[in-house]
């Protein structure tokens, strides 16, 4: 499996000719087994690759992969609750199913040797089709979680649509419920209906 590594540029030549050693080279921490672990800290399909990132080749046994979106709410927002979703996504490749987060990181446990690693300049145009096929195969799986729960649909767009209208005080939305079967969402432009949004539950 291949994994692509931000390296800092002043240590990538080393890391080529030499390899990344866990207990010196590690560039996370975090919490498993109720102790703290040290890793190296990728991406299985990267949005953006710089000059300084390189490829590696690591064995699957040996990492573990987690939804890099709920770290990212974690630093930026300090909230608990943020690293214990993280940590609780956290699981082995080997049942990792593709597509199942939007931006999947990779913590390797091991050393990795210098006949695994290559410039990320030879990785690229794999790396580009590989993130596409990811957000194709990730907006599918949650497309078909909306439809198998309709109550997270529900919410999803009355939440949208509320936080449109804070946005935008020229526009209101009401929420009607019929039944328990139908919800209806009425978006209003300063008194007059401009359109209706209606969800089958």
């Known amino acids: 499996m291949i994994v692509y590594i931000p390296v800092e540029?002043?240590?990538?030549?080393?890391?080529?000719?030499?390899?990344i050693n866990i207990e010196k080279d590690y560039n996370k921490k975090i919490g498993m087994w109720g102790v703290y672990v040290k890793c190296i800290s990728g991406f299985l399909t990267p949005e953006h690759i710089a000059a300084d990132w390189i490829a590696v080749s690591v064995d699957t046994q040996?990492?573990?992969?987690?939804?890099?979106?709920?770290?990212?709410?974690?630093k930026l927002s300090k909230n608990e609750v943020?690293?214990?979703?993280?940590?609780?996504?956290i699981v082995n490749t080997k049942k990792y199913r593709f597509g199942q987060y939007r931006s999947p990181e990779v913590l390797i446990m091991s050393s990795i040797n210098k006949e695994?690693?290559?410039?990320?300049?030879d990785q690229i145009g794999l790396c580009d089709k590989i993130?596409?096929?990811?957000d194709q195969i990730y907006i599918d799986c949650l497309v078909e979680k909306i439809f198998q729960n309709t109550n997270v649909a529900k919410h999803i767009i009355v939440d949208y649509f509320t936080k449109l209208c804070l946005q935008n005080t020229d526009f209101s939305a009401q929420v009607v419920e019929r039944d328990?079967?139908?919800?209806?969402?009425?978006i209003n432009r300063k008194e007059e209906c401009a359109w209706t949004v209606e969800i089958s539950q």
């Not at 540029?9 to 390899?19: H, R, Y």
């Not at 990492?63 to 770290?71: G, K, Q, R, S």
């Not at 695994?116 to 300049?121: F, T």
């Not at 993130?131 to 990811?134: A, D, E, R």
């Open 9 to 19: 540029p002043n240590k990538k030549k080393m890391i080529l000719e030499n390899g």
């Open 62 to 74: 040996k990492t573990y992969i987690a939804n890099h979106d709920l770290w990212l709410a974690y």
């Open 82 to 89: 943020f690293n214990k979703m993280y940590i609780t996504s």
């Open 116 to 121: 695994n690693i290559v410039d990320v300049k």
């Open 131 to 134: 993130l596409f096929q990811n």
């Open 180 to 186: 328990g079967n139908k919800l209806y969402v009425f």
